[in-house]
Every structure is written in structure tokens, then in C-alpha cells.
């Protein structure tokens, strides 16, 4: 392979990056305004649906749930849990669009034990079962 001029710049400025984006925030880093803080608080839903809680994210951010939750609610038009439902069911669309998992293997991945209560989830945000959205029905 041929190296080419600036290389060792460009793996470093990838290496930043993905240290950055693995590293947690500290207290001394973290965002100040509510709506810096909402935007880091919904890339840590959308990056990790099946595990997201309001407690735990008002703990690592210093928020109390009650001003967290309606900060999510005011600003997002929907409450925590409808977001994070709404998170995993995004999740699981591009799953198994994307992949040959089996449902229940989805279903594990974006939070749900079994697969009764994802079933029922992924039919109401969109009309059809997973089976149905993988085959296409759900374009």
C-alpha cells in the first residue's frame, strides 16, 4: 500500500475522534446550557436504547428525573419513555433490514426480553410485524 503525504496527521485526528466519542463526560466537560445537554442526553438514547433510563441519565448528568423529564418532554414533543421506545424501534428497523438476525435476537438487541411486547411495539410505530417490515412491506 502507498503511503501518502499526511497520513500519520490523519490516523491521529482519527484516533481523537474515536477517543472522543468512547470516552464518557466528565463534570469538568460537561455541556452547560439545557439544550447542550438534551443533545448529548439523546445521542446516549439513540446510541444505547435497549439500556437508556431516566434515572441513570439525570445521575450522570446531574439533573434531577423530574427536570430531566420534562426538559425531554417540553423540547422533544414526547415523553422518555415514548422516545426510548421510539429509539428502539428505529434500532430494530435497521436491524433487521440490515441483517439476517432472527426476531428474537432483535428483539434482545434494542431492550426486550421477550418477544410478545416487541411484537406488539414494532406494529403499532409501523403497521406491520418484523417479519412483514423485513420482506419490504414497510417501505
Known sequence: VERHDGWEQLVEA????????VSP????????????V???ILQDIAARPE????????????Y???YLSELIHERCGMTFTE?????RMERAAMLLRATQLPVREVAR???????S???RAFRAQYGCGPAEWRAGAGN
Request: hydrophobic share 40%; proline share 4%.
Open 117 to 119: 411486547n416487541f411484537y
Open 51 to 62: 439500556c437508556a433510563s431516566l434515572s441513570g441519565l439525570a445521575r450522570r448528568y446531574s
Open 109 to 115: 438487541q434494542v431492550g426486550y426480553s421477550g418477544t
Open 38 to 40: 438534551l443533545a448529548v
Open 83 to 87: 422516545l426510548v421506545a421510539k429509539q
Open 14 to 21: 482519527l484516533g481523537v475522534a474515536i477517543i472522543a466519542l
Open 64 to 66: 434531577s428525573t423530574t
Open 25 to 36: 463526560v466528565t463534570p469538568e466537560e460537561a455541556p452547560r446550557g439545557a439544550d447542550e
